[in-house]
């Protein structure tokens, strides 16, 4: 079983702008850590240099301790499930699960004591005999997973396993994914994924890329830490942005006054609101931006609150999402409301800004700290 070590690693092709660069990240033995971003952020390139698939143009790559820069993938005692099955199809579930044991002269005895093993946890073993075809999606991606659990190896990677599924199954599997790390909780699980909601539910912590020109401004990690961590403090607007569905609600502003514990901004369409966040670094005139998730903002007047008008509405049962004008700022503006709440689309409605969810982000598009109260956030975040 092995931990997992980047230090400082880059990857770039050719003579074209890295990649990936400057990734620092200790995974540690047993813990499960997702890669998430935008497209094109390099999150499966970064996967692919610890399988040993890519070549890393700089810095050091050690699992257990070791350097691994230029060990072969097959002796760096990972195990890899792609997003595609590639399973044989001429070959029965048992002999594509069995294949890798047998190239690595395995026991029979051992080989076929494994197979089942892994069939009993991932519900296979009435289906070891059937070709993949004679299979759903969701039993094929299991059979992809039990080929990499009978290896037993100290490091598991996972590239999007799930995307070919859908929702029921990708749900299914998502449990089953969890459970199997549970299982094997001594080996290290790196899982690659566009789905915020894998990210947010199997992670114990998440590595967040960047893409574009913040990759060479920057480095390639905008914020890594805990799924709440990134939700209730993100770092900057990118991280705020990016972590959430419907993601933040950011209204443009001016900063006016402020202490150590709230600050007074001004936004664009006029209006005055407060921020439980620490000013004292802002200056009176300086250009901010208050951000508040949808789930946090509420349909109703409070002791601060905007007006806006109703575009369009998205009925869930549960919940409704109302999306509000903006003017002239961007997105429309988002509030998560009750499931039987009405508003048409013309309406005025007031949408109350609770001061201790209101994050805010100066010029730079950094977070300024925020100083809600203990009792207003997870005990594991207050310390």
């Known amino acids: 079983m092995a931990n997992i070590s980047l230090k400082s690693v880059c990857k770039a092709y050719g003579d074209h702008a890295p990649v990936i660069r400057h990734v620092d990240l200790d995974i540690a033995q047993g813990e499960f850590c997702v890669f998430v971003g935008p497209s094109g952020c390099g999150k499966s390139t970064l996967l692919r240099t610890i399988a040993g698939l890519e070549d890393i143009t700089s810095g050091d790559l050690m699992i257990g301790g070791q350097r691994m820069n230029d060990v072969a993938p097959a002796q760096r005692g990972v195990a890899m499930v ?6 044989f199809p001429h070959m029965t579930v048992y002999e594509n699960m069995a294949f890798g044991l047998q190239l690595a002269k395995t026991p029979k005895a051992e080989i076929d004591q494994r197979v089942r093993a892994a069939s009993d946890i991932l519900q296979l073993g009435p289906y070891l005999g059937r070709l993949p075809k004679a299979l ?15 290896r037993e190896p100290g490091v598991f990677l996972f590239d999007e396993p799930l995307s070919n599924l859908d929702a029921a199954l990708r749900v299914q599997t998502r449990f089953e994914i969890a459970k199997i790390h549970r299982d094997f909780g001594r080996a290290s699980t790196v899982y690659v994924t566009h789905d915020q909601v894998e990210a947010m539910t199997l992670a114990d912590r998440i590595l967040l890329l960047n893409s574009g020109p913040a990759v060479a401004k920057e480095g390639s990690v905008a914020q890594c830490g805990s799924p709440l961590e990134l939700y209730h403090r993100p770092r900057n607007l990118f991280v705020a942005g990016f972590i959430g569905s419907p993601k933040m609600n950011f209204l443009p502003g001016t900063f006016v006054s402020g202490t150590e514990s709230l600050a007074q901004v001004k936004l664009a369409g006029g209006e005055t609101v407060q921020a439980a966040v620490d000013a004292r670094s802002l200056r009176a005139g300086q250009a901010i931006t208050v951000g508040i998730r949808p789930e946090h903002a509420r349909m ?28 002239d700022i961007g997105d429309p503006l988002v509030v998560k409301a009750e499931g039987l709440a009405v508003a048409q689309p013309g309406n005025r409605v007031p ?13 730079n598009g950094l977070a300024l700290a925020r100083t809600v109260r203990e009792a207003d956030i997870p005990v594991a975040l207050a310390a």
């Open 82 to 87: 792609f997003q595609s099955y590639a399973l």
């Open 136 to 150: 759903s999606g969701g039993q094929r991606q299991r059979v992809a997973i039990g080929r990499a659990i009978v």
């Open 300 to 327: 109703g007047t409070g002791h601060q609150h905007i007006v806006r008008e109703v575009q369009w509405q998205e009925r869930l049962g549960e919940s409704t999402y109302l999306y509000l004008n903006s003017g």
């Open 351 to 363: 949408m109350a800004l609770p001061e201790q969810h209101c994050h805010l982000f100066d010029d």
